[in-house]
């Protein structure tokens, strides 16, 4: 990964670069971990449209990373992410609706997002994730 190039091409204001390089800060993924670099990054590639950047910044509010905890605002991200389709954003509010992570716990939409996130199986394989969407739905298949 050059990441000479991803500054280069963030700074020009590209999307894919952005959310490439703010994942990396955020993570320290080959750079050493500067929140506020990827809530900057991650922000201006969320305003472009941006489902996975939309997605770690979702998870910056859960967390209160480098901006004040707001699972409201979270969930609004992870909502948007999880619509376009990001495997990762529907496991997350499978996760908050089914334990009431900061809002009241909401059955019907954590199997809703779990279902969402298990009907990916064959994109995304047999994953850990996948085994907690399965297995969450499994145990609650009685309160439909």
Same mark, same amino acid.
């Given at each position: 990964?050059?990441?000479?190039?991803?500054?280069?091409?963030?700074? !020009?204001? !590209?999307?894919?670069?952005?959310?490439?390089?703010?994942?990396?800060?955020?993570?320290?993924?080959?750079?050493?971990?500067?929140?506020?670099?990827?809530?900057?990054?991650?922000?201006?590639?969320?305003?472009?449209?941006?489902?996975?950047?939309?997605?770690?910044?979702?998870?910056?509010?859960?967390?209160? $990373? !480098?901006? !004040?905890?707001?699972?409201?605002?979270?969930?609004?991200?992870?909502?948007?992410?999880?619509?376009? *389709?990001?495997f990762l954003a529907q496991?997350? $509010?499978? @996760?908050?609706?089914?334990?009431?992570? *900061?809002?009241?716990?909401?059955?019907?939409?954590? @199997?809703?997002?779990?279902?969402?996130?298990?009907?990916?199986?064959?994109?995304?394989?047999?994953?850990?994730?996948?085994?907690?969407?399965? *297995?969450?739905?499994?145990?609650?298949?009685?309160?439909?």
């Amino acid at each position: 990964m050059d990441i000479s190039d991803l500054l280069q091409k963030a700074a !020009s204001g !590209s999307a894919v670069a952005q959310t490439i390089l703010g994942t990396c800060y955020l993570d320290g993924i080959n750079v050493k971990v500067n929140h506020e670099e990827a809530f900057r990054l991650l922000s201006a590639a969320a305003d472009q449209g941006s489902p996975r950047a939309k997605m770690n910044l979702a998870r910056m509010y859960a967390e209160g $990373l !480098s901006t !004040s905890k707001n699972i409201h605002q979270a969930i609004d991200l992870y909502e948007e992410a999880a619509g376009a *389709g990001e495997f990762l954003a529907q496991v997350q $509010l499978g @996760r908050i609706y089914s334990r009431g992570a *900061g809002i009241e716990a909401n059955i019907h939409e954590a @199997r809703k997002w779990y279902s969402a996130a298990a009907a990916q199986e064959t994109s995304v394989g047999d994953c850990e994730e996948i085994r907690e969407a399965k *297995g969450y739905l499994l145990d609650n298949a009685h309160l439909k």
